[in-house]
């Protein structure tokens, strides 16, 4: 079975600041791993995904993430955030079996003027 | 990536009654179809996978019985929260896979409230 663990419900941060969203995972079999990132009050939007190769993965909105298979983690970095990335953020894993994602917790991004 | 729509995106009934929530895939084949439900700043929590034309699979604790699902087609899959009580209010949220896809598509939620 697989989990998935975001330490940190939440991360209060200034405009413009850096930030990392921390993503650790645990699998017996290979995964696919993804972050995604929700508004208030709808769907999921895929913000990157793992799948092999490289393992620094650039995704949209000037996030990216990087693979660590030795820490089983997955975290999510923006070098210089904007109020509009407040949001709630996903991690998640992907048995490659059933297709099944399992989500983690969820991070509250919360970015201040 | 692929459109889904999910309708309605809010709904209040009363105890007792039966919801149906619609999700549709847009401009994609879905194969595979995913319910979840999300309480209040929690995460999403896998209900049933279902594919085109076969039974749902529910995860363990989910009662078939109660939360109908039907993949008739692959661009449609419905919901059906049979005989609501105010414990069944959440967010409820499908996303949808076609063969050989490496990633889901999400619609955009249901907000289930029972009175």
């Known amino acids: 079975a697989q989990s998935v663990t975001q330490l940190d419900s939440q991360v209060p941060v200034f405009e413009e600041a850096p930030v990392e969203l921390r993503c650790n995972y645990s699998s017996s079999v290979s995964v696919y791993l993804f972050w995604y990132v929700q508004y208030p009050n709808q769907g999921l939007q895929l913000l990157l995904k793992y799948l092999s190769g490289s393992t620094l993965v650039k995704g949209i909105n000037g996030f990216e993430a990087e693979f660590n298979k030795s820490q089983t983690s997955f975290h999510l970095r923006k070098p210089s955030v904007h109020i509009s990335d407040t949001a709630e953020y996903f991690c998640?894993?992907?048995?490659?079996?059933?297709?099944?994602?399992?989500f983690g917790t969820g991070t509250r991004l919360q970015v201040f003027p | 990536g692929a459109v889904v729509s999910q309708h309605p995106s809010r709904v209040i009934c009363k105890s007792g009654t039966s919801v149906k929530i619609e999700c549709r895939s847009l401009d994609f084949q879905a194969t595979t179809m995913f319910w979840y439900r999300q309480f209040p700043k929690q995460s999403l929590m896998l209900m049933a996978t279902?594919?085109?034309?076969?039974?749902?699979?529910?995860e363990q604790g989910v009662e078939k019985d109660k939360f109908l699902i039907n993949h008739a087609s692959l661009t449609l899959s419905t919901l059906t929260v049979t005989s609501a009580h105010p414990e069944d209010s959440s967010f409820y949220i499908c996303s949808v896979m076609g063969l050989g896809n490496t990633e889901a598509f999400f619609g955009q939620g249901t907000r289930l409230t029972v009175v």
């Open positions: 998640a894993v992907s048995d490659l079996r059933t297709d099944k994602l399992i």
């Open positions: 279902s594919n085109e034309g076969s039974k749902a699979t529910y």
